[in-house]
C-alpha cells in the first residue's frame, strides 16, 4: 500500500505480530534430526492429550476406547480413533460443552453442509506464527503488502446491513493489515484485466490465494503483457489450494514472472506444510505445530500439538497425500502435491460396466481448457457425472462438440452417456456462499437445463 507506515506498525501496535511472525523460521529452515522431531512431537502429544482429557468429548472417547494417558512412540496413534467430521458432529453438544459457540470456525462448504469447530483465544498465536515460519522463511514478513484470492460472502449474515456491515469490517481489517483482497471468480476479461491493473496500481509484495483463480489470472496477465508494461511483478505467488498441479505452478510463474509457493492447510488447522523458499515441492511440514501421518490409503490424519482450546486428534482431514519424507512413528515431515479432496473424487462406469475413480480437476479440465471457458463445476449422480459450465456468449453447439470430442479422447474407456454437459450462467454457490468444484445434486435444478451427453 503506497504510504503504509509498514516500519512504524511493526515498532508499535503491530510489533508482538510482527515478532511472532519471525520467531519460527529457523525451525522451518532447519529443522533438527527426524528422530529429534519425533521425540519433541511426542511431548507436544502428551501435553495436547493432556488438556483434551479435560474436554467432555476427548473424555467419552478415551473411555470408550480405554485409551492411555500418554504414548511413547508416534506409531501408537495407529490404534487411535479416528476422528472425522461425521464423528464430531455425532457428539456436537459434547463438542461445544463447556465453549464458546460464538467462537468457532466453519468448514465444509464444499458438502453444502457447513460444520463449526470451537475456537479458542489461545488458538490465534502458534496458527499465526506456523503460517509465517515458512514465509518469513522465504524473506517476507508481517505487514508487507500482499493481495488475497479468496471468496467474499457474507457467510451466515443475510440481511442488507449485515453483509453491508461485513464488508466494511474486511475493509478495515485490509487497510490495517496492508492488504487488498479481490474476487476469486471474475467472470469475463474485462474483469480480469481490471484486476490486473489493480494489482499494477496497489503493487502488492505477494500474491496469495486458490490455484484456480490465480492460474486464470496468470493466464490473462499472459496475453495482455499488462504487469510486464507497467513494470510489476511480485515477489512471490502462494498457492493455497488442496491441489496444486506442475501445469498449475508453470502457468502461474510464466504468467506473473514469479517463483510460485504451494501452501497446505485448512480453516479449521491451519497451515499444515509449505515450501521452501527456492522450490514448491516437496513442502515441509510444520512440524513443531502439527503431526501429520497418513493411513495406508494415503488419508491425511493431523494432530494439533501446539496450544490450543479445542484440539484435533488423529483428525481425518479429508485429502489424499504422498509422503516424499517421513520420520520415526510414520511422522510426515516432507510431502509431494496433495491430491485433493476425497469429495472431489468421482466413480464412473466404463464400457463394462466396471467402476473406476477420477479425480474431479481432471474430469474438469478436459472441458476447461477450450477456449472462452469462464469457470467449471461438477455435479456428481450415481453412475455419471454434469459437468456445468459457464462461457457467456459460447456458440454452445459449437462448444458442446469440441467437449464431446476432448472428453472422449481423454476417457475413452467410459460409458456411454455416463458424462453430460450443461451451460449456466454463473458458478453456484455452496450454503455458505463459497464456489467450488463440486456441487450437490439437491443444489441444482437440473431440469431447468439443458443438459446432453457428452460421450
Known amino acids: ?43 507436544g502429544f502428551n501435553r495436547t492429550w493432556a488438556h483434551a482429557l479435560m474436554l467432555p468429548f476427548y473424555q467419552k472417547i478415551a473411555a470408550e476406547r480405554d485409551l492411555p494417558t500418554a504414548i511413547t512412540g508416534l506409531d501408537e496413534l495407529d490404534a487411535w480413533p ?37 475456537a479458542d483465544d489461545r488458538d490465534f498465536a502458534p496458527r499465526y506464527s506456523a503460517m509465517w515460519s515458512y514465509r518469513a522463511a522465504a524473506g ?27 464488508l466494511l469490517k474486511q475493509r478495515l481489517k485490509d487497510t490495517l493489515n496492508n492488504s487488498w483482497m479481490f474476487e476469486p471468480l471474475p467472470t469475463d476479461e474485462s474483469e480480469l484485466d481490471e484486476q490486473l491493473l489493480r494489482l499494477t496500481r496497489k503493487r502488492p509484495e505477494y500474491l496469495v490465494g486458490r490455484t484456480y483463480s490465480l492460474n486464470r489470472l ?15 511483478t ?53 512440524w513443531h505445530y502439527t503431526i501429520l501421518r497418513a493411513d495406508p490409503e494415503g488419508n491425511a490424519l493431523v494432530t494439533t500439538i501446539a496450544e490450543r482450546g479445542f484440539p484435533l486428534i488423529n483428525y481425518q482431514l479429508g485429502d489424499t497425500i504422498e509422503p516424499e519424507l517421513t520420520g520415526p512413528g510414520g511422522t510426515v515431515l516432507e ?44 455435479v456428481e449422480h450415481e453412475d455419471s457425472v454434469t459437468i456445468l459450465v459457464v462461457a457467456p456468449g ?25 458424462v453430460q454437459l450443461a451451460l449456466i450462467d454463473e458458478m453456484i454457490p455452496s450454503t455458505r456462499g463459497k464456489k467450488l468444484l463440486m456441487v450437490p445434486e439437491h443444489n441444482v435444478d437440473l431440469d431447468s437445463l439443458n443438459v446432453a451427453s457428452l460421450n
Open 82 to 118: 479416528v476422528i472425522t467430521k461425521d464423528v464430531l458432529r455425532a457428539h456436537e453438544e459434547l463438542l461445544w460443552d463447556g465453549m464458546d459457540r460464538s467462537r468457532a470456525y466453519t468448514t465444509s462448504g464444499s458438502t453444502s453442509t457447513p460444520f463449526s469447530f470451537p
Open 335 to 378: 510431502l509431494g502435491p496433495v491430491k485433493g479432496r476425497l469429495v472431489d473424487i468421482l466413480t464412473l462406469p466404463d464400457s463394462d460396466d466396471v467402476h473406476h475413480t477420477y479425480e474431479g480437476w481432471s474430469l474438469a479440465e478436459a472441458v476447461l481448457e477450450l477456449p472462452d471457458v469462464h469457470a467449471v463445476q461438477l
Open 394 to 418: 459460447i456458440d454452445e453447439r459449437r462448444y458442446r462438440r469440441r467437449a464431446a470430442e476432448s472428453v472422449q479422447s481423454t476417457y475413452p474407456e467410459l460409458k456411454e452417456g455416463s
Open 218 to 232: 496468470a493466464r490473462r496477465a499472459h496475453e495482455t503483457g499488462i504487469l510486464r508494461k507497467a513494470d510489476y
Open 1 to 43: 500500500m503506497s504510504g503504509y507506515p509498514k516500519t512504524l506498525v511493526r515498532n508499535t501496535v503491530g510489533a508482538g505480530r510482527y515478532r511472532r511472525g519471525r520467531q519460527d523460521k529457523d525451525l522451518f529452515l532447519h529443522p533438527p534430526s527426524p528422530e529429534e522431531i519425533a521425540r519433541r512431537q511426542i511431548e
Open 234 to 286: 511480485p515477489r512471490y505467488t502462494i498457492l493455497t489450494s488442496e491441489r496444486i498441479t506442475e501445469e498449475d505452478v508453470r502457468i502461474v510463474a510464466e504468467g506473473f514472472d514469479t517463483q510460485v509457493l504451494s501452501e497446505y492447510g485448512s480453516v479449521e488447522l491451519g497451515v499444515i506444510a509449505a515450501s521452501l523458499p527456492d522450490q514448491t515441492w516437496p513442502m515441509r511440514v510444520i
Open 140 to 166: 517476507l514478513a508481517p505487514f508487507d503488502g500482499f493481495a488475497a484470492f479468496h471468496d467474499i460472502h457474507p457467510g451466515s449474515v443475510t440481511s442488507r446491513v449485515g453483509i453491508q456491515a461485513n
